[in-house]
């Protein structure tokens, strides 16, 4: 039986019809990326790739309607590739799957106003100014050169003072027990005096208490007062117990015979502010320091130089101990006056050990 053309025809006419308007658009579409593509070279970043497309099941041959769907998806993978991100100032606005932190500048921006700051370095505490023994910094204005120099202007039991002996109180008192032996260490150049640090455990015993010498000091001339004798020079030897109490033992120095321990002392004497030399193990015999005559006087007192801390024993030995005019005179080239003028001594009580 022969086959009618005409209903195959009529048939296609449709789907072939739809197929050539779905291929215009392509064209158009095709006409315009190159337009589309230089805009958005210019203004964007680098659009994210699409996902491929799923892959449509394979249709029978001559079949219009997988003509239709072959070209619908083509119309949609170019749709995807020509997406275009569109700028605001200089922050691109993209839809929600394609922003990325990297690609986002905004956030950006955002974590870095909120980052917190970085707390400042704590500020060192001022050092505490030079003082001296005259001049600006001398020691009439001690007190103003820092708040822990405070009482060096306000303290009532302040030190040197000048002993007067006819209103000193006396009578009995007990016999220092001091504890010396030999000793190395070294003699620093503090600027202000020269220091001898002692090695070795060194006692005085007084008052119920054991105190330990630290150090000794020279002065020229001496702080302390007699009466209105003034001594050319003094040593005072500081000592701490282990409550933290203090008390200075001081010798008065006379010119005469040459002393043999200062000589010691002199032969590794530091010419420079904070120079430090060394003293051979064994050198010093601290004990040949001292006086024969026991007696001394006592009161309490302060340091004598900044910060003038109070609560400190002095205990002033009456025999003065003899050093030559060489020996003297030696120290006076190096610090010509090194000495606190005397103190008000408000009421304070000086005892004279008889």
Not at 6 to 16: D, M, Q, T
Not at 33 to 42: D, E, L
Not at 251 to 269: D, F, N, Q, S, Y
């Amino acid at each position: 039986m022969p086959l009618s053309v005409a209903p195959i025809r009529s048939a296609c006419l449709p789907a072939c019809a739809l197929a050539c308007a779905l291929l215009v658009g392509v064209a158009s579409a095709q006409t315009s990326r190159p337009v589309a593509a230089t805009s958005t070279a210019t203004t964007t970043a680098q659009p994210v790739a699409p996902k491929p497309p799923a892959q449509a099941t394979p249709a029978a041959p001559g079949d219009p309607g997988a003509v239709v769907e072959r070209i619908r998806a083509a119309l949609a993978q170019q749709a995807s590739q020509n997406r275009l991100h569109v700028l605001v100032g200089d922050d691109p606005i993209t839809p929600p799957t394609l922003a990325s932190p990297a690609a986002s500048g905004t956030r950006s921006r955002s974590n870095a106003r909120h980052k917190p700051a970085v707390a400042p370095a704590p500020a060192r505490p001022a050092a505490a100014p030079a003082w001296a023994y005259a001049g600006p910094n001398g020691p009439e204005h001690w007190g103003r050169l820092h708040p822990d120099y405070s009482a060096c202007a306000s303290g009532q039991r302040q030190a040197p003072i000048r002993i007067d002996p006819a209103s000193t109180l006396q009578g009995p008192a007990e016999t220092l027990q001091t504890g010396y032996g030999r000793s190395g260490g070294g003699v620093l150049h503090t600027g202000h005096t020269l220091r001898v640090d002692v090695a070795g455990t060194h006692t005085l015993s007084v008052r119920g208490s054991r105190f330990e010498l630290q150090h000794l000091q020279f002065h020229h001339p001496a702080e302390i007062r007699i009466g209105e004798q003034t001594h050319a020079m003094a040593a005072h030897l500081l000592h701490r117990s282990a409550q933290g109490q203090t008390a200075v033992l001081v010798l008065l120095l006379e010119p005469g015979e040459a002393h043999p321990e200062i000589h010691k002392l002199w032969t590794h004497m530091p010419l420079e502010a904070h120079d430090r030399v060394p003293l051979p193990d064994g050198l010093l015999d601290l004990q040949a320091l001292l006086p024969q005559d026991p007696r001394y006087y006592q009161f309490m007192g302060s340091l004598s130089e900044p910060p003038c801390t109070e609560g400190v024993l002095w205990l002033v030995m009456k025999q003065p101990v003899r050093l030559s005019p060489e020996q003297l005179r030696l120290f006076a080239q190096l610090f010509p006056m090194n000495a606190r003028p005397v103190q008000a001594l408000n009421d304070r009580v000086v005892r004279e050990a008889m």
